[in-house]
């Protein structure tokens, strides 16, 4: 029995029967019964627009395909093409992948099968004629907003704190609108965009938007603050008209907020303009919840490290400390870097398995693969740019190790007079320096409060800190820190 999987979508203005979620199921599900098909799969995507290309913006999508090209499913069914698609580029593109992966394309509205040869020519039609409607509704829907603008009213989706009254004029929420004055009271008082965006989180407040309730950042408290709905005005081609409601936030408070804001960007700008590379940029991660540690430096002129998921009110309860207070603790680890003697018999012992010929061949020839492989699902609109360079990056790292237990012992010899001496090197540099020199020795630094708990160094220069550690177990134990 062949089994059928259907993709359905709905976008927020379409919420009636006919296009709704549930008269898709009912289609699908009479159409299965119909054909003697076993429903295997539905790929729902709820309050989504198909006009855009991305489709990281509809993730049911994203992961029918992913689908589709496993083999998870043999029919692809949609109560209509629109609901697949209106862009015709985008309808043709993933069409020939279902058709590349062996997927059979049923549309039920149309009452076609498009894997016939006539069928092909009426998608691309019908995809046409998709894409002119969603253009054509573009058009209309801006010019209905036009005139509802121009009448005083708010058009789209309601900010923060804000809700539609009777008449359809916009009024206070009554349980958002104490966060916003929050927002502006905590704002006035000179917390920054990132303290009050962990506050509203901590106090169970979440966004209002497209993008459905989520926890505030940085940018949405940003956005909150220097937006003049709050004081009774609508956007207008990138300038601000009177709307008929009335001001949320009181004037003066506004203005003391930018005035604020204005300050605290000149005292930014002033800091930025003597930033520069610290030691530890990039490198650093938070041991808790895997995130970036990033580095701001604070107005007293000392570079202080913080968890970004933390700051981003995620949850994370590492605090982070200074700057020089890891670096203090990475200068330690150096000074005490230790290789012993017989260590290049040890690490060709390490790595004796490894030292044949037809076994690197192999290796690398399936790690080579890998990486076309994910470059082509990348290509194709598969994997995620950050997805695609975490992978990209573990593969590299493999090769490097492999690479490594190649080494001739030149260039062993080499790195181990670089390792005895980089305790000196890093006294001596200054911080850009420094930063490209822990570069060369590590990948990761993972931290946690004021310590660095762990340190992953070079693929090509692990032998060697594994011998260190087994050094520093044996003869002199770990240091106060807890490296």
């Known amino acids: ?51 855009s290309d991305n489709i990281d913006n509809r993730p049911a999508f994203r992961k029918m395909i992913n689908d589709a090209l496993a083999g998870k499913f043999d029919i692809l069914v949609v109560h209509k093409l629109d609901r697949f698609s209106r862009h015709l580029r985008t309808t043709l593109e993933y069409f020939d992948k279902l058709q590349k992966a062996g997927v ?32 054509n509704l573009s058009q209309e829907t801006k010019k209905g907003w036009a005139e509802r603008k121009a009448q005083g009213f708010y058009c789209g989706l309601l900010p923060f704190g804000a809700m539609k009254g009777e008449d359809g004029v ?15 009271e905590l704002a006035a008082e ?18 209002a938007g497209n993008q ?48 604020t804001r204005v300050r605290r960007t000149r005292i930014r700008r002033t800091i930025n303009n003597r930033a520069r590379t610290y030691s530890l940029s990039t490198l650093m991660w938070c041991n808790r919840c895997d995130s970036k540690m990033r580095i701001q430096m604070s107005i007293n002129g000392r570079p202080r490290i913080y968890c970004s998921g933390r700051s981003e009110g995620l949850g994370c309860k590492n605090s982070g400390t200074f700057l020089d207070v890891y670096e203090n603790q990475i200068q330690w680890y150096l000074e005490h870097f230790m290789i012993p003697d017989d260590y290049q018999s040890k690490i060709v012992e390490a790595h004796k398995q490894l030292n044949s010929t037809n076994s690197i061949s192999k290796q690398k020839g399936s790690l080579q693969r890998q990486l076309d492989r994910i470059k082509e699902l990348y290509q194709w609109g598969h994997l ?25 012992n030149g260039v062993l010899k080499k790195l181990a007079k670089f390792l005895a001496n980089v305790s000196d090197a890093w006294q ?51 240091d106060p820190e807890g490296i």
């Open 1 to 51: 029995m062949e089994k059928a999987a259907l993709y359905a979508r709905v976008s927020s203005e379409e919420q009636v029967e006919g296009y709704s979620i549930d008269a898709q199921r009912r289609a699908f599900k009479a159409l299965c019964d119909a054909k003697g098909w076993l429903p295997q799969n539905e790929f729902i995507d709820e309050g989504k627009s198909a006009h």
């Open 384 to 408: 995620t740019t950050a997805q695609y360079k975490a992978d990209f990056n573990r593969i590299q790292n493999r090769l490097l190790e492999i690479q490594c237990s190649g080494h001739d």
């Open 190 to 207: 000179g917390k920054t965009d990132r303290e009050i965006a962990a506050i509203l989180n901590t106090n169970g407040y979440r966004t």
């Open 104 to 135: 059979s394309f049923v549309s039920i509205s149309e009452q076609m099968d498009f894997t016939t040869p006539i069928g092909k020519v009426q998608l691309a039609l019908l995809g046409a004629f998709a894409q002119y409607y969603s253009d």
């Open 428 to 478: 001596e540099a200054s911080q850009e320096q420094r930063n490209r020199l822990a570069g060369s020795l590590f990948e990761q630094i993972r931290v946690e409060g004021g310590r660095v708990v762990l340190v992953k160094p070079r693929a090509e220069l692990e032998p060697f800190f594994k011998l260190n550690h087994e050094c520093h177990t044996r003869d002199i134990g770990s």
């Open 212 to 259: 459905g309730n989520r926890p505030f950042s940085k940018g949405t408290v940003g956005g909150i603050l220097t937006n003049r709905f709050y004081l009774g005005k609508l956007p207008n081609n990138g300038s601000w008209i009177s709307g008929k409601h009335e001001p949320f936030i009181d004037k003066k408070l506004f203005q003391v907020v930018q005035d």
């Open 170 to 184: 916009p009024i206070p929420h009554p349980d958002t609108c104490p966060g916003l004055l929050m927002v502006f």
